[in-house]
């Protein structure tokens, strides 16, 4: 058989499903080998396979921050490196912007899968990790100004040679990070992912032979264009412009803007983002990893649910940025809070698309991941650290309400339990609930937002890199605004409300209380079933006085 050959169509769905169960059979690996919450319990990861041209084949859906950064990051850690240089049993160890990737916490492993003395293809793993250096606990500092501020950058290197874990790269991260054992016990789990998805290849390769399996990707990559293709051509040909805000950039009071101009042609999109601001000396700079991953998911959201996800699936898409801009920074300014600025380009580009299809679309979330870390010294002196991002409001759409504290759009990632939390982890979650009053009132009203206050039992560095305390996440057709997210120190005595990107040392006893927004509402509040406002009223979603004021009941 030939590349050219025609392939079973029977035949690429078996092998597709196959590619894509051994991708979700990686990060089942990963997740129960890990030792940090951030990825047993939040799921803060994501694995693919890649075909031996380096183009994506199949990826896990647990993370969808990293629908893009993947599909970037994985073809540059290889070319830097070399695949000529690579053997049997090497894995390659690799972050930052600087080479292609996210920011420095997302740590990548790609491991090559031989076949007959060459590579016919590759397996990989990313994974949030907690700690990577740098001057703040978790790595996310208000304060960083530059890249070498936030950690360690990890260039391209063998973390496995021909299967030997490498001893000295190891020792080399653990001197540099405050979580070495966790950092070990996650660097082996996506070992494990890496090994699950070289296994499957191969398996398949055995099954089916490398000539029909690596036809059967070519088809399949082609297969997944013409569907995407045929999706985008529903929707109607323009050019749709949005502008969003973010509060500030964590240094100056000014607010960043995020310009996105979306052009669809026949069953083409092209993202335009060269509007948006210039980079900053801060930490909230995306890299164009992250832009590529925000962009790719609203054009994903935008298909149904039975298009794959791979190379093909790229094709139908383009992105025009300025390097050395907010949305594609250069790699010398900080990025551990690019994800925030990341985050605005998904909710802008979908306020852009609603000229087109409001419809379909939702009004905006409580619209901020809200990076939220701690650390310090426990009681025995040992060093910790904590991280998670917190969860609030989904906006209304045409047909239903939003959904109350999740984690919206690309950032779908679970809440760290409280018991989890309090257990390994000198802190008492005081308070962790729905806030009412906090939807965007409509027809379909928002979702609420989540409160979670902490207590700290030990003196502590908390960040936040956040957003959403000045702009309100806003209603669609009509629909109101919902309330915007808090950040309170001390909430019971001094009430001092907190920017959304600021780093602060407390004391034992002080508390910090993260409120983040709601989800605006869905055509005009005066509209709403009287029957489902009720409802609203007795389950303590929205007060009478609300009802009254904003509702007209």
Sequence with gaps: MTQT?????????????????AAEEMAIALQRAAYSTNIKTRLDFSCALFDRGLRLVAQS??????????????????EHHGAERLRPGDALLANGGRHGGVHLNDVCLVAPIFHGGAIVGYAASLAHHLDVGGGNPGSISARSRTAIEEGITIP?????AEGVFNEDVFALLCANIRAPRETGGDLRAQIAATNAGTRRFEQLIERYGWLVLDATIEELIAYTERRARERVREIPDGVYRAEGFMDDDGVSDEPVRVSVQVTVTGDRIAFDLTGSDAQRPCA????????????????????????????GFYRVLSIATTPGSIVDSDGTVAIGGGWETAFRVVETAFQAFAEAIPERLAAG??????NFAFGGTDSRG??????????????????????????????????APVEETEAAYPVTIERYELITDSEGAGRQRGGQGLRRDYRFEVPVTVSILSDRAKFAPWGLEGGGDARPARYVLNPDGEA??????????LQAGETISVQMGGGGGF???????PARLAQDVRAGRISPARAEQVYGR
């Design 496 to 505: 001092r409300e907190l920017p959304s990107k600021t780093t602060v040392e």
């Design 156 to 160: 391209p290197v063998r973390l496995l």
């Design 365 to 370: 979330s409580k619209g901020a991941l809200c």
């Design 284 to 311: 909230i700079n995306a890299t164009f990893a992250m832009t590529l991953s925000s962009c790719a998911y609203v054009t994903r959201a935008l298909m149904a649910d039975d298009v794959p996800v791979n190379a």
């Design 5 to 21: 050959t025609t392939v079973d169509p029977i035949r690429v769905e078996v092998i597709r499903n196959a590619l894509v169960a």
């Design 61 to 78: 859906f647990g993370q969808a921050n990293h629908l893009g950064s993947l599909t970037h990051f994985v073809p540059r850690i290889v």
């Design 382 to 415: 040992e060093p910790f650290v904590f991280y998670e991002a917190i969860g609030g409001g989904f906006g209304a759409r045409a047909e239903r309400d939003g959904i109350d504290g999740v984690q919206p759009f690309v950032q779908n990632t679970e809440n």
């Design 523 to 529: 055509g005009p509040a005066t509209e709403r079933d």
